[in-house]
């Protein structure tokens, strides 16, 4: 576990988190078609990885001439997801909604005008109090078919020195119930740091501090049936700023992340 700090500076700003997080989704999705390679190679499961027989697949990228499926990566638009309940919206930290490109601007979304809902939300973890009840129900109603919850303060105790019971990162992914319902059901990890999503092929990786970064599937180890276990460290996606001292230092080797990252 963590020290703790009195000060955290710029990595305790969830603030700069969400905007780094943000663009590192934007700039990987917009580079490679992450949505098609995934429906192409991977079932819709949060958590199940492509069989022996998709792992050649998987290493390719799609054609040039692929139709490529616009997808937007936003913050700060609220969704509005039922039209007879006013309160019914939520505003989502950070957003992937497919269908959508980024020709127009967005402060407001109306799902059920526009026909879309976003499949991905991210939420940034700023409050001592679990926001899981009230937020998870808004998440449920919208219709999103994964949530993942990043709470890099999730070490520090509460009153009297007692742990709150809080988790670095969770990922909870939507699945129809015996009942026939739907519900957003918590995933099992491998690993408290790090969250694989089949559907973009693509890590979410806590580097330390407030530090989540996003990683390609591209030589991620993999265990039985395929599956990926564990993401390569060259992997890493870099924001433009850090691609020129990068490009200065011998190319990177496909070393696996250590466990004891966060």
Not at 119 to 135: A, C, R, W
Not at 137 to 147: A, K, P, Q, S
Not at 189 to 215: M, N, T
Request: net charge neutral; hydrophobic share 35%; charged share 25%.
């Amino acid at each position: 576990m963590p020290d703790s700090r009195a000060e955290l500076g710029e990595y305790g700003a969830l603030q700069w988190t969400r905007t780094q997080l943000c663009r590192s989704l934007r700039g990987l999705l917009q580079q490679d078609d992450r949505l098609n390679l995934g429906r192409a190679g991977l079932s819709t499961g949060p958590s199940t990885g492509p069989s022996t027989a998709l792992a050649t697949a998987l290493a390719t990228e799609p054609s040039a001439g692929a139709p490529r499926t616009p997808i937007r990566v936003g913050t700060d638009v609220t969704f509005y997801y039922d039209p007879a309940d006013r309160l019914s919206r939520v505003t989502p930290d950070i957003y992937v909604l497919e269908g959508l490109g980024y020709e127009e601007q967005l402060r407001s979304f109306r799902v059920y005008e526009r026909g879309l809902r976003p499949e991905l939300v991210i939420h940034l973890v700023d409050t001592p109090l679990s926001p899981e009840d009230g937020l998870m129900m808004h998440f449920l109603r919208l219709g999103v078919r994964d949530v993942v919850l990043y709470d890099p303060m999730w070490w520090q105790l509460g009153a009297g020195g007692v742990p709150r019971g809080r988790r670095l990162l969770t990922h909870y992914h939507r699945v129809r119930s015996d009942a026939g319902a739907d519900v957003l059901q918590l995933q099992p990890q491998d690993h408290p740091g790090r969250i694989y999503l089949s559907r973009y092929r693509l890590w979410l990786v806590h580097r330390g501090g407030a530090e989540l970064r996003v990683y390609a599937d591209r030589h991620s180890a993999r265990g039985v049936g395929g599956a990926p276990t564990e993401p390569a460290e060259s992997d890493c996606w870099l924001l433009p700023e850090e691609r020129e001292p990068a490009s200065l230092s011998p190319p990177a080797n496909n070393k696996r992340i250590v466990n004891q990252i966060y």
